[in-house]
């Protein structure tokens, strides 16, 4: 089970933190994940994090103002996202892969395992 938490309307350079647990039957956790889709867009990848030695990915739109980090626990996620822009609005996902991948960033194919997705919009 995967649960994203902490969306909310913001305005134009606030700061929001979005939350993802992950409980119950994803016994295998390769990787983890926050994809946002926009209307009329496709879902893209805006971060992911390989659990076992935390190499990370960050979307090019959104490095530097994006960070993605694992909670001590080892079972939460979380997407720290700074100076927001009206283009970040969308409904965020988190997910979690039981792939191993070396050699490359994660795809969207590579995650099983989805939430129902938090939205965020950022207004001007």
């Known amino acids: 089970h995967v649960e994203e938490s902490g969306g909310q309307s913001v305005r134009t350079g606030d700061s929001l933190r979005l939350s993802c647990v992950i409980s119950?039957?994803?016994?295998?956790?390769?990787?983890m994940g926050w994809f946002r889709q926009s209307p009329g867009k496709e879902r893209e990848v805006v971060a992911s994090?390989?659990?076992?030695?935390?190499?990370?990915y960050i979307s090019d739109s959104v490095k530097g103002r994006f960070t993605i980090s694992k909670g001590r626990a080892g079972d939460t996620l979380s997407l720290q996202m700074n100076n927001l822009r009206p283009e970040d609005t969308a409904l965020y996902y988190c997910?979690?892969?039981?792939?191993?991948?070396?050699?490359?960033?994660?795809?969207?194919?590579?995650?099983?395992?989805w939430g129902q997705g938090t939205q965020v919009t950022v207004s001007s």
């Open positions: 997910a979690a892969s039981s792939h191993w991948i070396n050699g490359r960033q994660y795809l969207e194919s590579d995650f099983s395992a």
């Open positions: 119950g039957d994803i016994l295998v956790r390769a990787a």
């Open positions: 994090i390989r659990w076992r030695d935390n190499v990370v």
